[in-house]
């Protein structure tokens, strides 16, 4: 395995990460009543997040354009292993999402103090920081997953188009430049085409998913809803992306397949 799809299988690990984080940011503005603040600070985040997916694409289609131009096939291992690092990724966040609400809130409620992003920043890498994010290390807690109900007001519309979402989502760069190792002439066409597809999930997530997640989360602060009914949703859309992540596994080479197909007609 090259060092550059090592960085890439780092940095698909790092934004799915951040992703998954981000489900805890809607609970912290709810028990801080600072929604607007808690959303600035995890922009920081998502600043990385950002930055790290501007370097995932070129480092593998460096690595893919290596490969072609010295006749070497295609090593289906090393997609497998990022599509996985996906799934590892959105476990990990989905375990850590109580830890980071703690340590979320507590920035939300210094930054109310010092009305200054590097002074909060600094203050998590002093001694006093590093001992509360210690001490404030949980594990979740089973019953997160042991009381999930699978009825009739389980929300599987918005489950299942989440989980249609991540799939396209995590397949999409990928799949695009894999189409470039099933049709080489046409390999540039081919990794352009990832922009139309990420582009449908996108209208998925922001017409459909997060308008729902909007309104959950004003009847939560307006007292409609119970905010164990909405940390029980955010426990099922974190279920829905590893299930994503996973069908992904299924859809990649199909995806590519097609891709490579629509290049050609193109």
Not at 60 to 88: H, M, V, Y
Not at 250 to 263: G, Q
Request: charged share 15%; aromatic share 12%; proline share 3%.
């Amino acid at each position: 395995m090259s060092v550059q799809i090592i960085l890439v299988i780092v940095l698909t690990f790092l934004i799915n990460l951040i992703t998954t984080l981000s489900y805890s940011v809607r609970i912290v503005g709810i028990r801080t009543g600072r929604i607007a603040v808690s959303f600035a600070l995890f922009n920081i985040l998502v600043l990385i997040s950002r930055t790290a997916n501007g370097f995932q694409a070129p480092l593998l289609a460096s690595s893919i354009e290596k490969n072609i131009k010295t006749g070497l096939d295609s090593n289906l291992t090393d997609f497998r292993l990022i599509i996985f690092s996906c799934t590892l990724a959105t476990i990990m966040g989905g375990l850590l999402i109580p830890t980071f609400q703690r340590l979320l809130s507590t920035a939300v409620n210094r930054f109310s103090i010092y009305k200054s992003v590097p002074k909060v920043i600094y203050h998590g890498f002093t001694k006093g920081g590093i001992s509360f994010i210690k001490d404030n290390f949980v594990i979740p807690d089973k019953k997160n997953i042991t009381l999930l109900e699978f009825n009739k007001d389980f929300p599987w519309r918005v489950f299942l188009m989440n989980v249609a979402a991540v799939a396209i989502i995590t397949v999409g760069v990928i799949a695009s430049l894999y189409a470039g190792y099933l049709n080489p002439d046409l390999r540039t066409t081919s990794s352009t085409l990832s922009s139309v597809i990420n582009g449908f999930a996108t209208i998925l997530m922001f017409v459909f998913i997060d308008p729902y997640l909007s309104v959950m989360t004003d009847e939560v602060v307006l007292g409609k809803c119970k905010e164990s009914h909405f940390r029980r949703f955010i426990v099922y859309m974190v279920l829905a992306r590893i299930a994503g992540t996973l069908i992904a596994q299924l859809i990649f080479i199909p995806s590519a397949k097609i891709i490579a197909y629509f290049s050609g007609m193109l």
